[in-house]
């Protein structure tokens, strides 16, 4: 049998925990599947007294990430810190300077340092894995990455962010307010005490960003994607959208355009007989359109430590099984210097339909006001809803709910601007995007 892998794991969290202990209980299976042993060597977290509840007898501590990724006898370098900046990116490039594999699950620090880091990969022959970066135990990034070579992708899109899923699914089947969800999303630690990179859909986002280059092979561009979370989200419009028969996703949706690629994150009712609808809780799902396979749907656990540790023990199998000096795969589907520049898609080109809420004064004309800014800026409507009043407080305010057909982001924008001028108005539009995804 050949010689042990040997790793070093900067970061002894929940991830890095469970990524111990599943490889420390599963040695001898992992020696037979990959056709060498993998051998744990070096660590490094935050506080090396900490009880774990992991055996580290025999392995090698360090000071610190950069330290290990730079003085350590091991093959791979696995960062499981999180951020952008600071230890984890010195740590990585550290790592991949000396020509070391890296496996990591940091989606931030390739939502923006990608491209570089893939360049410096390419350039020491090593591999640059991140499975577990998007979609936790969803073996998306390898889907597009390796299994759909050939395929021409349109769209990818999906429910990335579990903890905005199990908000919007408590939402709608217990009818609680979105405070209310978030704080029992914060007891059972499926949110943070600052919930707001999540809430406001940055997470997603950063995912996004990362398929979206796997996707269409243009450079990485996580500051260029409309941003929405799912604070706004009342339920008022929980129950509205399921009286029209849809459910409320934060999606983060990328595709081809005529004017070029869109990415976009935010609340969208999709249809409750789609798949994608059927995904609740902290579940994840991610869908992918292309021309030769049509419609692939991979739903599963998007977070947690067993889930994330899964798809870091399969990157770290894979570079036990691959072979010195064989081709590798680039890290980002292409080679970096063959990424495109990234070419942004007007958000007032995308066509879809649209729910609008409005709360309105209780007065004659407000109903046919409305009718006619939409007919003046061309949207077509497939229905219009006038709240009655018992469902409302004060009383002298009235809810209309409209569903248009396809329209453009730019006609939506203009009307609802025309309907802030009549002053009839109480509060801020609600406006909500509709996708009738393909799969399912």
């Keep these: 049998m050949a010689d042990a892998l040997k790793i070093g794991i900067a970061g002894l969290g929940t ?19 990959c056709g060498r042993p993998i051998k ?42 999180g951020g952008a900046e600071g230890a984890a990116n010195a740590s990585v490039r550290a790592a991949l300077a000396r020509g070391l594999h890296v496996v990591t699950a940091n989606k931030a620090l390739l939502a923006y340092h ?60 217990e009818g609680l307010s979105f405070a209310d969800c978030l704080k029992e999303a914060q007891r059972l630690g499926y949110a943070e005490a600052d919930p707001a990179f999540d809430i406001e859909g940055n997470d997603t986002a950063h995912k996004l960003a990362i398929l979206t280059t796997l996707a269409f092979g243009n450079r990485i561009a996580a500051d260029d994607i ?3 979370g799912i604070t706004n989200i009342s339920i008022d419009d929980i129950r509205a959208a399921a009286d029209l028969g849809y459910r409320i996703k934060l999606l983060g949706v990328a595709q081809r355009t005529e004017t070029g690629i869109e990415q976009r994150v935010h609340p969208t009712m999709v249809p409750q007989d789609s798949v994608i609808a059927q995904v609740d809780g902290v579940t994840n799902a991610v869908a992918i359109e292309s021309d030769i396979l ?12 067993n889930a994330t540790a899964s798809s870091v023990l399969g990157d770290i199998a894979d570079i036990a099984k691959s072979q010195p000096g064989a081709q590798r795969v680039p890290a980002l589907g292409h080679p970096a210097a063959a990424l495109e520049p990234y070419r942004k898609a007007q958000m007032q080109s995308h066509e879809g339909g649209y729910f ?15 009718a006619t800014r939409m007919a003046e800026n061309h949207i077509s409507l497939e229905s219009i809803v006038q709240r009655s ?14 569903v248009t057909h396809a329209t453009t982001e730019d006609s939506i924008r203009k009307a609802v601007s025309a309907i802030k001028t009549e002053g009839y108005l109480v509060g801020e539009p609600q406006v909500i995007r509709i996708e009738r995804p393909k799969a399912g």
Aim: aromatic share 4%; charged share 20%.
């Design 356 to 370: 609008i809420r409005l709360t309105v004064q209780d007065r004659t004309g407000v109903f046919a006001s409305v």
């Design 15 to 33: 991830v890095g925990a469970s990524l111990v202990r599943i490889i420390q209980q599963r040695s001898n299976e992992l020696a037979v599947t």
């Design 226 to 228: 409309y941003l929405e």
């Design 40 to 81: 744990i060597v070096a660590v490094t977290a935050r506080d090396s007294t900490r009880d774990r509840g992991i055996d580290l007898t025999g392995i090698e501590w360090y000071g610190g990430p950069v330290d290990l990724a730079q003085k350590a006898d091991i093959d791979v370098f696995v960062e499981l810190m």
């Design 389 to 402: 009043k018992q469902h409302l407080s004060p009383s002298e305010h009235q809810t209309i709910i409209l």
């Design 114 to 173: 990608g491209v570089e880091l893939a360049t410096i990969a390419e350039e020491k022959g090593a591999l640059l894995n991140f499975e577990a970066a998007v979609a936790g135990g969803i073996p998306v990034i390898k889907a597009l990455r390796e299994s759909l070579t050939g395929n021409t992708i349109s769209r990818v899109y999906g429910i990335m962010n579990g903890t905005c899923n199990y908000i919007l699914t408590r939402m709608e089947k």
């Design 294 to 305: 049509g419609e692939l749907l991979m739903v599963g656990p998007g977070a947690g430590g």
